[in-house]
């Protein structure tokens, strides 16, 4: 196998200090666990015709009661523009509605359906199982730790965040 593709080459990591190759290295690796995790979980949803994306949205709107596509995007992450997207695939699928708000009609809020609740709650725990066995060679100290640490670079690079920094 060739070099990791996570490190820096030598001659590009030459003067660089250890904390800055270190920080290369864990934003490599972060990427690419996500990206993994990603994949496994549209796997898992694939027969479904659901993406991670919209199963994280769902989660979103779950949690948040019924968010403003602006508020559900800044929770995900992206753009509005692409969180409609999501959100009108989902709707074309009965998972949510797409409504005005009553004291804004320039705003739209977005809230599960009966179906939505429905599906999740069919869905047996394997979900859960799959997502712990990926965290498996990490106890629970060290599953804290990792939380903790993301947490912390979460609000570095999103200082607006509600993690804890």
Aim: proline share 5%; hydrophobic share 45%; net charge positive.
């Amino acid at each position: 196998m060739g070099p990791d593709p996570l490190r820096l080459r030598p001659d590009q990591a030459a003067d660089l200090p250890e904390h800055s190759l270190l920080a290369i290295e864990a934003f490599r690796t972060t990427l690419a666990l996500a990206a993994r995790l990603r994949a496994a979980m549209d796997k898992r949803l694939r027969d479904d015709g659901l993406t991670t994306q919209q199963a994280a949205l769902i989660t979103v709107v779950e949690a948040a009661g019924s968010p403003s596509l602006s508020d559900a995007a800044t929770a995900l992450s992206c753009s509005r523009q692409n969180l409609k997207q999501i959100a009108s695939a989902l709707q074309r699928k009965g998972l949510v509605e797409l409504r005005a708000d009553p004291d804004d009609a320039r705003t739209t809020r977005i809230v599960t359906t009966r179906k939505s609740r429905a599906y999740w709650a069919s869905r047996d725990t394997s979900d859960v199982d799959a997502v712990a066995g990926w965290f498996r060679a990490l106890d629970a100290p060290a599953l804290r730790t990792l939380v903790t640490t993301l947490n912390l670079v979460i609000a570095q690079v999103d200082p607006r965040s509600d993690r804890p920094a």
